[in-house]
């Protein structure tokens, strides 16, 4: 057994830079769980600097000066940042607090409309299956009740965290954007000059992560803003709380589309009940999700992911459970992380011919 171990770590591990490899994503991995919290805002403003250094990029391909790109991709950050939280956030939360007050009324109506199935499909549906699940759905509704509550009554230390992340992380940003390449030649100092394992990989993960991420980020905007538009065209109720749930489930691959699908049916079943106006509501969403996923996905992801369902799955799960959204959010750029070393990880030649 011992000799196993040891041939295992031979063929795996023989190689210098392996070695140095596997530490720093064992050290990465362990800080992120352990000081994830505390470091958010730096995360954060990471990630959204990531974002932005496309276009930062383009105006210095336009031979304008490195202070004056980021200044002007800084200034249009801070715009679409006060144009979300003066326009939009005071509108959804507006929509939020009229879909909470009038969920008792929705409630007692589905509740009706449940109660008419088994006089409709006597041999699908019982009536203690219809109460049943009336039962269910109250428990659900106490517990976002009960949610709603202590969200309120602990607001005010996310009042706080809040206020930190807007006055933080703009400048994290900004630090970001300006000192890439001091910073980057900081974090290289420290890294063993014979690095091209860990070379091939960042260059991998930094064309992959930068291909799905502003992809995704773009897909979740054109996804939000034509299912608004459409919704809000119809009259449906909530189109911009609606809309946001759209845009953000397409960061869920296979799962978001099919659970966004039940709010969407429910309110316009609500407002309309089963009429001309709901069937043109879930055709025009079904509209929506097929060019989603047919035209806009292979026009944003040209140099598509090479993983697996089954693995982007689990990536979604695993990553998900650890860190929440971020973590779904970042599970199939994880995923093709693993993916990436594993294929430049360096193996001994002869343990490999054995």
């Not at 990465?28 to 730096?42: K, Q, S, W």
């Not at 049916?265 to 407002?271: D, E, H, P, T, V």
């Not at 509209?287 to 799955?313: K, M, R, T, W, Y």
Request: proline share 4%.
């Amino acid at each position: 057994m011992l000799k196993v171990f040891q041939d295992w770590l031979h063929r795996y591990f023989s190689d210098e830079q392996a070695v140095v490899l596997a530490l720093l994503l064992i050290v990465g991995f362990a800080a992120i769980l352990t000081l994830g919290g505390m470091l958010a805002p730096v995360l954060t403003g990471m990630v959204l600097a990531f974002l932005m250094q496309g276009l930062v990029n383009t105006f210095e391909r336009l031979r304008l000066p490195h202070v004056v790109a980021v200044w002007l991709v800084f200034t249009l950050f801070m715009s679409m940042l006060a144009l979300f939280l003066l326009v939009l956030m005071p509108l959804l939360w507006q929509q939020l607090s009229t879909l909470f007050n009038e969920l008792p009324r929705m409630l007692g109506e589905w509740q009706s409309l449940f109660l008419l199935l088994p006089e409709r499909y006597p041999t699908l549906i019982t009536d203690a299956q219809v109460l049943q699940l009336i039962e269910v759905v109250r428990g659900e509704v106490g517990k976002f009740g009960q949610w709603a509550l202590s969200f309120s009554l602990s607001s005010l230390p996310m009042l706080v965290s809040i206020m930190i992340y807007l006055v933080l992380v703009p400048i994290l940003v900004f630090f970001f954007l300006k000192d890439r390449e001091l910073i980057g030649a900081w974090f290289r100092s420290y890294l063993p000059r014979e690095r091209s394992l860990i070379t091939r990989v960042a260059q991998e993960m930094n064309k992959q992560i930068a291909n799905y991420i502003r992809g995704k980020v773009i897909e979740i905007i054109i996804c939000g803003v034509v299912t608004y538009v459409a919704f809000a065209y119809l009259g449906l109720n909530y189109a911009a709380l609606l809309a946001l749930f759209v845009g953000l489930s397409v960061v869920v691959p296979y799962i978001g589309a099919v659970v966004v699908t039940v709010p969407v049916a429910l309110i316009g079943l609500f407002q309309w009940g089963l009429g001309d106006q709901f069937i043109y509501l879930m055709v025009v969403y079904g509209i929506i999700q097929a060019l989603d996923g047919n035209v806009l996905v292979p026009l944003l992801f040209s140099e598509a992911v090479n993983l697996h369902p089954v693995a982007i799955i689990c990536a979604v799960l695993l990553f998900g459970g650890l860190w929440g959204f971020w973590g779904v959010f970042f599970a199939i750029p994880l995923a093709t992380l693993f993916k990436a070393v594993i294929d430049a990880w360096p193996r001994s030649e002869q343990a490999a011919l054995q």
